[in-house]
């Protein structure tokens, strides 16, 4: 609920994530409507109740206080997950500031105590790891796809896989 600035951010990770998004927003922005339009189900109006039905989760996401405390209580009493942004008490959980290289995903969380800390260790992770470690993370993947294949459970396949990340020295 909310298409805002921060709305738009929760939106895009949502959908990288494979998510059905559906976004409630009685005035989303220009940028907001071209850039999803395509690719979540709209409701241009109020948030309601009945929003929720059939949601796995639901991120706030508007600037009205009282309403995000009521989409949340709501959110209570049938069970479903809600992330009321910026709001930790309002949270059953937090989103981490995440560093993507390919499949290698590394993920920092301060459990909603200070989401700008996080962000800024995850930016110092993101400047240590070099972009070319998605093409590695790719030929290992495929190097250990192989190695299960081939060599039955024991301890020499568990050498030939810790080696793919730890080779052994000369």
């Given amino acids: 609920v909310g298409a805002g600035a921060v709305g738009t951010q929760k939106t895009v990770g949502l959908l ?3 998510a059905d998004v559906v976004v409630i927003d009685p005035s989303p922005s220009v940028s907001f409507r071209e850039m999803f339009a395509a690719r979540v189900t ?3 109006r109020s948030y309601v109740p009945a929003d929720l039905d059939g949601a796995y989760l639901v991120i706030v996401a ?8 009521e989409i949340y209580e709501e959110a209570q009493r049938r069970g479903i997950l809600a992330n009321v942004v910026d709001v930790p008490p309002l949270c059953d959980f937090y989103y981490p500031a995440v560093v993507r290289r390919g499949s290698l995903i590394v993920a920092v969380s301060s459990q909603g105590e200070s989401p700008h800390l996080a962000q ?3 930016d110092e992770i993101s400047e240590a790891l070099p972009e070319e470690l998605s093409s ?3 030929r290992i993947g495929e190097e250990r796809r192989r190695i299960l294949r081939e060599h039955q459970p024991g301890p020499e396949r568990l050498q030939l896989l810790r080696d793919l990340v730890y080779p052994r020295r000369a």
């Fill in 16 to 18: 990288e994530a494979g």
């Fill in 42 to 44: 709209w409701h241009q």
């Fill in 62 to 69: 508007t600037s009205d206080a009282a309403l995000n405390h």
């Fill in 120 to 122: 800024r260790v995850r």
């Fill in 136 to 138: 590695a993370v790719d």
